[in-house]
Antibody, heavy 123, light 113 residues
Framework: EVQLVESGGGLVQPGGSLRLSCAAS????????MNWVRQAPGKGLEWVSY????????YYADSVKGRFTISRDNAKNSLYLQMNSLRAEDTAVYYC????????????????WGQGTLVTVSS | DIVMTQSPDSLAVSLGERATINCKSS????????????LAWYQQKPGQPPKLLIY???TRESGVPDRFSGSGSGTDFTLTISSLQAEDVAVYYC?????????FGPGTKVDIK
């Protein structure tokens, strides 16, 4: 069974840092691109960042560019999101989500998703 | 960035009736070289993460009931639930992956009338 389990969320002060992790199992992690997507309380979905299977291609949403860093460790089947200079508007549930099968060239839909980890930025 | 809009914001449909959700992109998400529309649909039930329903605008994900269907091309897309079931109460989102600034629509809430 494919599983994605996020961790690392919590309460942090504005300007602070946090590192999220996503542990993957049940599939060949090194073959798939991965993403972070967030959802502010009671709001819609916002894509945050993408990383290709080999880490050679990385994209960020404009709202987090220069503050967040995505990375992965294929040997550990893990995805990370380093978040610096956090702002109140970064408060959200952060989901890790797998990209499509490698055969789906050009596609970047999200399936499956983890259960999410809540990040709260507040003083 | 490609801006995604959805209509209506919410709708209430009787059990067994059809529900139709519209999604519009600010620019075409049809890639001419492969004639594919770079659009997906998701369902999010309360307290759960989103679940993929449709990709390439009309390809149903494995395991998704066939009462869910996607259609449209270019900038205008539709998700149809042909016969609404109680378990379909959720918020539905469209998402484009044509641009590398991947964007979602604001969501449409579906309830039972």
């Amino acid at each position: 069974e494919v599983q994605l389990v996020e961790s690392g969320g919590g309460l942090v002060q504005p300007g602070g840092s946090l590192r999220l992790s996503c542990a993957a199992s049940g599939f060949t992690f090194s073959s798939y691109s991965m993403n972070w997507v967030r959802q502010a309380p009671g709001k819609g979905l916002e894509w945050v960042s993408y990383i290709s299977s080999s880490s050679s291609t990385i994209y960020y949403a404009d709202s987090v560019k220069g503050r967040f860093t995505i990375s992965r460790d294929n040997a550990k089947n893990s995805l990370y999101l380093q978040m610096n200079s956090l702002r109140a508007e970064d408060t959200a549930v952060y989901y890790c989500a797998r990209g499509p099968t490698p055969a789906a060239i050009g596609g970047n839909w999200f399936d499956p998703w983890g259960q999410g980890t809540l990040v709260t930025v507040s003083s | 960035d490609i801006v995604m809009t959805q209509s209506p914001d919410s709708l209430a449909v009787s059990l067994g009736e059809r529900a139709t959700i519209n999604c519009k992109s600010s620019q075409s998400v049809l890639y001419s070289s492969n004639n594919k529309n770079y659009l997906a649909w998701y369902q999010q039930k309360p307290g759960q993460p989103p679940k993929l329903l449709i990709y390439w605008a009309s390809t149903r994900e494995s395991g998704v009931p066939d009462r869910f269907s996607g259609s449209g091309s270019g900038t205008d897309f539709t998700l149809t639930i042909s016969s609404l079931q109680a378990e379909d109460v959720a918020v539905y989102y469209c998402q484009q992956y044509y641009s590398t600034q991947f964007t979602f629509g604001p969501g449409t809430k579906v309830d039972i009338k």
